[in-house]
């Protein structure tokens, strides 16, 4: 694919990514890593000053189940709520998600009781 207005470069693993995509209006993450670029102030405004690269953090479920990722700005720290698109990597949002299972904040023996 070529690169144009209607594709960009993720920044992290190098993918040529189109910017259509199924479930969402303004795509500004990867789908295969799932990482973004802090671009937007609103939805599809494009006119954050930041630009960084912002990390994947944990997945959110809306009240109509639908999925949202929760990026943050590695450069500024922001955080954002992007809605997932149809085509994400499903193993890779599964991990995203797991996440605070996996590494919980505290010791796990607290839980036997």
């Not at 070529?2 to 259509?20: E, H």
């Not at 209006?25 to 006119?47: E, I, Q, T, Y």
């Not at 479920?61 to 085509?87: F, P």
């Amino acid at each position: 694919m070529s690169r144009d207005q209607r594709t960009f470069r993720c920044g992290r693993c190098r993918l040529d990514v189109s910017t259509d995509a199924p479930g969402t209006r303004h795509r500004n993450h990867c789908p295969n890593c799932l990482w973004s670029r802090h671009l937007d102030v609103a939805p599809g405004d494009r006119s954050a000053r930041c630009a960084g690269s912002m990390e994947p953090i944990a997945v959110s479920a809306r009240e109509d189940g639908e999925w949202a990722l929760v990026h943050r700005c590695a450069g500024c720290a922001a955080v954002r709520v992007n809605r997932i698109a149809g085509d994400d990597n499903p193993l890779r949002l599964m991990q995203v998600a797991v996440r605070p299972l996996a590494h919980p904040p505290f010791p796990v023996e607290w839980l036997a009781g």
